[in-house]
């Protein structure tokens, strides 16, 4: 049997709990990247298109798609500036909210399923140490690097 690194681990790690985000959303209509995408604009509404795109690092003509499918679930609503009508800022509406919380409920079980072979500490020393690692590797907070992937055409 080949060595097992670190990297791989995570590798592995990582996809298994990705193909089960995936499958954990479906019921309830929502893709893993509507949901991070909902996800920051509750926790930052009223940001603008452009804050958006350049956040997650898409391409804006993308976002554009992305935030339609969203809107036509009525889970966000869009507004022009008040002074400077080239901008648009992005809101969740009130389902959006809602819709957020069973994000949030879907990722805390995922969590637990995942990790109940380890103590609370254990969890937490976990945590830190990959947050360490992801500050040290300077990636984005909170921003999946998932999301590049759409502007090259290989995920939907």
Not at 110 to 127: D, H, P
């Amino acid at each position: 049997m080949p060595t097992v690194t670190l990297s791989f681990l995570l590798s592995q790690l990582g996809a298994h709990a990705a193909e089960q985000f995936t499958r954990l959303l479906e019921p309830v209509g929502l893709r893993p990247q509507d949901a991070g995408l909902l996800r920051m604009l509750i926790a930052q509404p009223g940001m603008t298109q452009i804050e958006v795109s350049e956040k997650f690092g898409v391409l804006p003509s993308r976002l554009v798609v992305l935030l339609d499918n969203l809107e036509k679930r009525q889970l966000i609503e869009r507004r022009r500036d008040t002074t400077d009508r080239r901008l648009i800022h992005v809101f969740p509406t009130a389902d959006g909210k809602r819709a957020g919380e069973v994000i949030v409920e879907i990722t805390r079980a995922l969590e637990a399923k995942l990790f109940s072979a380890l103590s609370e500490t254990e969890q937490r020393a976990l945590e830190a140490a990959l947050q360490k690692v992801v500050d040290d590797q300077q990636l984005p907070a909170g921003v999946h690097p998932a999301f590049r992937k759409f502007d090259e055409g290989r995920s939907t």
